[in-house]
């Protein structure tokens, strides 16, 4: 195989581990809405937390976007949010993978 070959390869992983992640985080995140409402109580606010953990990418994103469309915050802090959000969904989406290599 050529090393172009492997590159190819790499960045389609990237980019399915990329949406991989973002999904997973989109369709917990949704979830959540539909059947949770505000934290009250510490085992609801720990759940909260462990949801946010998956979800907390999805939510970040839209968060986000809203705010810089809103013209509420700056082109940088947006690039900076939509990096780190990338990067989650990567590890996330890297878990997925890793799941199913393994079944």
Not at 54 to 59: P, Q
Not at 65 to 87: N, Q
């Amino acid at each position: 195989m050529p090393p172009e070959s492997h590159l190819l390869r790499d960045i389609t992983v990237l980019l399915f581990a990329v949406a991989a992640g973002l999904t997973l985080s989109g369709i917990i995140a949704n979830i959540y809405r539909i059947f949770a409402r505000k934290p009250q109580g510490r085992g609801e606010t720990i759940l909260y937390y462990g949801v946010m953990v998956i979800a907390g990418a999805s939510v970040l994103l839209e968060n986000a976007t809203r705010t810089y469309r809103k013209k509420d915050c700056s082109a940088p802090a947006y690039g900076f949010a939509i990096a780190l959000v990338g990067y989650w969904c990567f590890i996330m989406g890297l878990f997925i993978l890793a799941l199913a290599l393994a079944i």
